[in-house]
């Protein structure tokens, strides 16, 4: 499938969408949770709104471990090579991120489950007993810092392509940690709504950005056909999405500014909810190209260096050659 990718743009685009729609799809599926909750006061807690995520997360992980499968069938008939190390090593760091992000989104919609537990009890029960005050948010996110750290620890000792947006990255991911704790635990000083929004909104800006100077600024033309930096279609589509990824996140730290001024659950806080809803779920949307080539990557990158060295590779460089040529005289 990467050699059709490789050879036709037109196809890695569509590949590309298809797999963003079956990524993005349990962010929306989540997102429908917690309107439908929201607004119709459905059954479905919204605890619930985090299952989707879990399943999602679930197969990526059954994705790497085949993955690495097939990059290990390929190490027995082959040899070991250098980029088998490398490839593996990524597969092995990847493995240890997906894990970190499972148990933090299981952790939390069990710390989600406790607090609607003891809010339900309270409101039908005066002598109730269960207390969400010894739930703490941090405990949820106590993965992910370990995962930070360990990043962290990686790009201060190796040398790592995009270092500065992975450090923006770590950064922000540990920021959304504690910003998490300081809105959502009752024990410590409150931060606004809008300021635990902003390690998030660094984190899409960073990888918006680092996609559009991958797009023109890759000094690997190897690397460049392999992953259609060339295309025209996947540049436009890059400024794109880096354009709407800005005004996305404008918005919504706008959105839950003004919501945190003044919640009343009155009919015009419902507007800027239902508008936070609506700008999230039409980003997902916007972005499967993105979101599809970043999973794509994940996946086929570990066999780039045989993908490049084949001759589909070859056959568009020497297209690109032809072209060149055929301008020049004219």
């Avoid at 995009?162 to 000083?189: C, G, P, Y």
């Avoid at 945190?260 to 997902?284: C, G, M, P, R």
Wanted: glycine share 2%; proline share 2%.
């Amino acid at each position: 499938m990467k050699q059709s990718m490789i050879v036709s743009p037109l196809r890695n685009f569509i590949f590309s969408v298809t797999a963003g729609f079956l990524f993005n799809l349990s962010f929306m599926a989540s997102i429908i949770v917690i309107y439908e909750k929201y607004s119709n006061g459905s059954k479905t807690d919204y605890s619930f709104a985090m299952v989707p995520l879990i399943i999602l997360l679930a197969l990526m992980m059954v994705i790497i471990c085949l993955t690495v499968y097939s990059l290990a069938v390929d190490l027995l008939d082959r040899g070991c090579l250098a980029w088998h190390r490398d490839s593996l090593g990524h597969l092995f760091q990847a493995m240890i991120c997906l894990i970190c992000l499972l148990v933090t989104a299981v952790n939390l919609k069990s710390y989600i489950e406790k607090v609607e537990e003891g809010q339900i009890c309270q409101l039908y029960n005066a002598g109730c007993n269960v207390s969400d005050s010894n739930v703490k948010v941090m405990e949820c996110f106590i993965p992910l810092l370990i995962f930070s750290a360990l990043y962290l620890l990686k790009l201060c000792c190796f040398r790592v392509k995009n270092s500065i947006m992975h450090l923006s990255i770590t950064i922000s991911v540990a920021s959304m940690a504690f910003a998490f704790e300081s809105h959502f635990d009752n024990d410590i000083e409150s931060a606004p709504l809008f300021i635990v929004a902003i390690p998030l909104s660094c984190i899409l800006l960073a990888l918006s950005f680092q996609n559009l100077l991958d797009m023109y600024f890759e000094p690997d033309e190897t690397q460049e056909i392999f992953h259609s930096y060339d295309s025209p279609l996947k540049r436009g589509m890059a400024i794109f999405n880096a354009i709407f990824t800005t005004i996305y996140v404008v918005s919504i730290i706008l959105a839950l500014y003004y919501l945190e001024q003044k919640y009343t659950n009155n009919e015009e806080d419902k507007l800027i909810v239902h508008w936070a809803l609506f700008s999230t779920l039409l980003y997902a949307v916007l972005m499967m190209e993105q979101a599809g080539s970043l999973v794509l990557t994940l996946i086929f990158n570990q066999f780039s260096v045989e993908m490049i060295n084949q001759q589909m590779v070859s056959k568009r460089a020497n297209l690109r050659l032809l072209k060149q040529q055929y301008v020049m005289k004219i």
